[in-house]
């Protein structure tokens, strides 16, 4: 029987979207991640943010626009944890990322241990986005940090757009999304129920598609014509 991977905030989203993507992906390893000019720069960006946060390091050029953000993060009461590794247990329980049910790395979590809350920031770069799905990563986050850290009471997440120097989501003119621990249960039962559908679909083996835009071929000028999915072997591959 095949076993479970240790799931991600980026392996649960890809399954919603398509359970074949994910097969594909992380399963028979068909599609393979290949980096490209804006995956580099997105990496670049991260590393030298976390430089300029953690070990006092110059913003080279390229980010050097960046400087404020920092700044503010450095006036933000609390402790700074630049990219931090989280990690839990299939009973929510924090563990070593290594022995991880599920996991990710936060770019940036400021945790006030005075008031007890924290702040997460995950950084993006592209257009500003949101959505139910980015909603439910964040989440995700604010969860596995209160298990990480059990004297911290609110955990506020938010992302930020580095290109266009945007916050999301903004919620009724507030940035973020906040959480308490009251809010602990829903947010346990709904990863739990996410990873479940993917534990089934290992279990069977099977990896239904779910065909959209993104099967679609393109116009001629747009990634060659080509569907921005890269699962070939699926049957609504290339299909209008």
């Known amino acids: 029987m095949m076993k479970l991977m240790p799931q991600s905030p980026t392996s649960v989203s890809t399954f919603n979207t398509c359970p074949k993507q994910y097969q594909a992906k992380y399963i028979t390893k068909e599609v393979v991640f290949q980096s490209t000019e804006a995956t580099e720069r997105g990496t670049r960006w991260h590393k030298q943010l976390?430089?300029?946060?953690?070990e006092k390091l110059a913003l080279?050029?390229?980010?050097?626009?960046?400087?404020?953000?920092?700044?503010?993060?450095?006036?933000?009461?609390?402790?700074k944890l630049p990219e931090t590794k989280l990690a839990i247990t299939q009973d929510f329980k924090p563990c070593a990322y290594?022995?991880?049910?599920?996991?990710?790395?936060?770019?940036?979590?400021?945790?006030?241990?005075?008031?007890?809350?924290?702040?997460?920031?995950?950084?993006?770069?592209?257009?500003?986005?949101?959505s139910d799905d980015f909603r439910k990563q964040l989440t995700t986050y604010a969860?596995?940090?209160?298990?990480a850290y059990?004297?911290?009471?609110?955990?506020?997440?938010?992302?930020?757009f580095l290109d266009q120097m945007e916050y999301s989501p903004v919620v009724k003119g507030k940035k973020g999304l906040t959480f308490t621990?009251?809010?602990?249960?829903?947010?346990?039962?709904?990863l739990a129920f996410n990873i479940e559908k993917i534990a089934r679909a290992t279990e069977k083996n099977e990896w239904l598609p779910n065909p959209g835009g993104l099967c679609r071929p393109n116009k001629p000028t747009v990634n060659g014509g080509q569907p921005w999915c890269q699962v070939k072997s699926c049957p609504f591959w290339n299909k209008r």
């Open 50 to 54: 976390e430089d300029r946060l953690r």
């Open 60 to 79: 080279p050029a390229e980010t050097a626009h960046l400087e404020p953000l920092i700044k503010r993060l450095e006036l933000m009461k609390g402790e």
């Open 98 to 130: 290594r022995d991880r049910w599920y996991g990710g790395t936060a770019d940036v979590i400021v945790l006030n241990h005075e008031e007890r809350k924290a702040v997460i920031f995950d950084y993006k770069t592209g257009k500003t986005k949101d």
């Open 143 to 147: 969860l596995m940090a209160f298990m």
């Open 150 to 160: 059990p004297h911290i009471n609110q955990i506020k997440v938010c992302y930020i």
């Open 181 to 190: 621990r009251k809010d602990i249960e829903e947010m346990k039962s709904d």
